[in-house]
């Protein structure tokens, strides 16, 4: 099984291309839907507890969609050149799989959407990409970034299928660049 994680704060893009890449026995879940907490830097995870955070939200179910997939498959528009807020709490409250060994060999893609087109989105998604590059040294994944799409410009950018003239090919390449 593999994990999607839309990162966005709706249900366009991100959530699109995620559900249309994702097989059936797979999980998605949408982070709009979500109730998750800020990481209080209380350290109980790093003392105590080895695979979940002492708070008890839905963050419990992203931690069991870790352990139990294969691959984790992210994807976030660009917000202020960076991924989103509920993205990045997320990642903060892996705290206790990174002091752990949890997300050892694990495989994380990211998939990034901007408004921009792919050409102008590329020097936000080298920071992202860095960012991630980063993080996936201490808390020990594997880190491949697939591609940052454009959504094309504000007025249209809730759907990206109209952007891509041929989107189901799109779709072909991300599977394949997923399935590596």
Same mark, same amino acid.
């Given at each position: $099984? !593999?994990? @999607?994680?839309n990162g966005s704060n709706r249900k366009k893009n991100c959530y699109r291309i995620l559900n249309d890449i994702k097989e059936k026995e797979d999980k998605l879940?949408?982070?709009? +839907?979500?109730?998750? !907490?800020?990481?209080?830097?209380?350290?109980?995870?790093?003392? *105590?507890?080895?695979?979940?955070?002492? /708070?008890?939200?839905? $963050?419990?179910?992203?931690?069991?969609?870790?352990?139990?997939?294969?691959?984790?498959?992210?994807?976030?528009?660009? @917000? /202020?050149?960076?991924?989103?807020?509920?993205?990045?709490?997320?990642?903060?409250?892996?705290?206790?799989?990174? !002091?752990?060994?949890?997300?050892? +060999?694990?495989?994380? @893609?990211?998939?990034?959407?901007?408004? /921009?087109?792919?050409? +102008?989105? %590329? *020097?936000?998604?080298?920071?992202?990409?860095?960012?991630?590059?980063?993080?996936?040294?201490? $808390?020990?994944?594997?880190?491949?970034?697939?591609?940052?799409?454009?959504?094309?410009?504000?007025?249209?950018?809730? +759907?990206?299928?109209?952007?891509?003239?041929?989107?189901? !090919?799109?779709?072909? %390449?991300?599977?394949? *660049?997923?399935?590596?």
């Open positions: $099984m !593999n994990l @999607y994680i879940i949408s982070l709009s +839907d979500t109730k998750i !907490n800020f990481c209080r830097g209380c350290c109980s995870c790093i003392k *105590e507890l080895d695979t979940h955070c002492i /708070m008890q939200d839905d $963050m419990q179910e992203i931690y069991k969609g870790i352990i139990d997939s294969d691959k984790i498959i992210i994807a976030s528009p660009i @917000y /202020m050149n960076h991924i989103t807020g509920i993205l990045k709490n997320v990642i903060d409250r892996l705290n206790p799989f990174s !002091n752990h060994g949890n997300l050892k +060999d694990k495989k994380i @893609y990211l998939i990034l959407i901007g408004q /921009m087109n792919e050409e +102008d989105n %590329e *020097e936000v998604a080298s920071l992202v990409k860095r960012f991630f590059e980063s993080i996936s040294e201490f $808390m020990e994944f594997e880190f491949h970034f697939v591609k940052c799409l454009s959504s094309g410009d504000i007025e249209s950018c809730d +759907d990206i299928t109209e952007t891509y003239e041929d989107y189901a !090919n799109l779709v072909k %390449e991300i599977k394949k *660049e997923i399935s590596k």
